[in-house]
T-cell receptor, first 113, second 117 residues
Framework: GENVEQHPSTLSVQEGDSAVIKCTYSDSASNYFPWYKQELGKRPQLIIDIRSNVGEKKDQRIAVTLNKTAKHFSLHITETQPEDSAVYFCAATFSGGSYIPTFGRGTSLIVHP | GAVVSQHPSRVICKSGTSVKIECRSLDFQATTMFWYRQFPKKSLMLMATSNEGSKATYEQGVEKDKFLINHASLTLSTLTVTSAHPEDSSFYIC?????????????FGPGTRLLVL
C-alpha cells in the first residue's frame, strides 16, 4: 500500500517568512495529492491540491510542487500570517477508481507575530 | 467547495451505551464516505470506507461489530459506536468524495467529539 512521510512535524516561523512542508510517497500509481489545513478542534479543510499531470500549482500565497520521479511534493506558504498557524496534512491517492487517500502525520505550523 | 455536515458535534455518554453519529453530504451525492478517528495531535486514522448500498470496508484492527456503519443513501452515512467504553473517547470525522469526470475530491465533516464516562 501507499506510505506517506511528512516533514517537519513542527515548524515555527516569524510572520512574513516563508514556510515549506515536504512529503514523500511510495506508490507510483498515486496521481492526486491534496493538502489540508486543520485548526484546533475543527475539520480539515482542503487548501490546495495537485494532480500528476502538472508540476506546480499556485493559489495566492500558497503553492504546491510535485516531483513524480522523486515521488515527493511540497507545500509552500509565502508571507506567512498568524492565521496560517494550524496543522497541515498532505495526502496521496489514486484518483479515478479507487480513492482511498493515505495521510501524512501532519505538520504543526506556528507563525509568530 | 462541497459541504459535509456531521451530527452531533459533541456527545457525552455512559460506558456501555451506544452512540450514533450521522454524516451528510448537503449539496452533492457522495460517491464514497470515509470514517476517521483522530487522537490529539495525531493524524487521521482511517477506520472504514463506505459505499452506498454495500457493506463498509474496515481497516485492519477496527472491529466491525463495535463500529457499525450504515450507508443508507448517497447523502447519508452513520457510525454507531456500540457498547462504548472510555477508550472509545476520541474525535470522529467523516468525509465524502465528489466525482467530476474521473477525478475525486474529498471533503470533511466538522467532526464529533465523543467522551465516554
Amino acid at each position: 500500500g501507499e506510505n506517506v512521510e511528512q516533514h517537519p512535524s513542527t515548524l515555527s516561523v516569524q510572520e512574513g517568512d516563508s514556510a515549506v512542508i515536504k512529503c514523500t510517497y511510495s506508490d507510483s500509481a498515486s496521481n492526486y495529492f491534496p493538502w489540508y489545513k486543520q485548526e484546533l478542534g475543527k475539520r480539515p479543510q482542503l487548501i490546495i491540491d495537485i494532480r500528476s499531470n502538472v508540476g506546480e500549482k499556485k493559489d495566492q500565497r500558497i503553492a504546491v510542487t510535485l516531483n513524480k520521479t522523486a515521488k515527493h511534493f511540497s507545500l509552500h506558504i509565502t508571507e506567512t500570517q498568524p492565521e496560517d498557524s494550524a496543522v497541515y496534512f498532505c495526502a496521496a491517492t489514486f484518483s479515478g477508481g479507487s480513492y482511498i487517500p493515505t495521510f501524512g502525520r501532519g505538520t504543526s505550523l506556528i507563525v509568530h507575530p | 467547495g462541497a459541504v459535509v455536515s456531521q451530527h452531533p458535534s459533541r456527545v457525552i455518554c455512559k460506558s456501555g451505551t451506544s452512540v450514533k453519529i450521522e454524516c451528510r453530504s448537503l449539496d452533492f451525492q457522495a460517491t464514497t464516505m470515509f470514517w476517521y478517528r483522530q487522537f490529539p495531535k495525531k493524524s487521521l486514522m482511517l477506520m472504514a470506507t463506505s459505499n452506498e448500498g454495500s457493506k463498509a470496508t474496515y481497516e485492519q484492527g477496527v472491529e466491525k461489530d463495535k463500529f457499525l456503519i450504515n450507508h443508507a443513501s448517497l447523502t447519508l452515512s452513520t457510525l454507531t459506536v456500540t457498547s462504548a467504553h472510555p477508550e472509545d473517547s476520541s474525535f470522529y470525522i467523516c468525509s465524502a468524495t465528489t466525482t467530476s469526470g474521473l477525478q475525486e475530491t474529498q471533503y470533511f465533516g466538522p467532526g464529533t467529539r465523543l467522551l465516554v464516562l
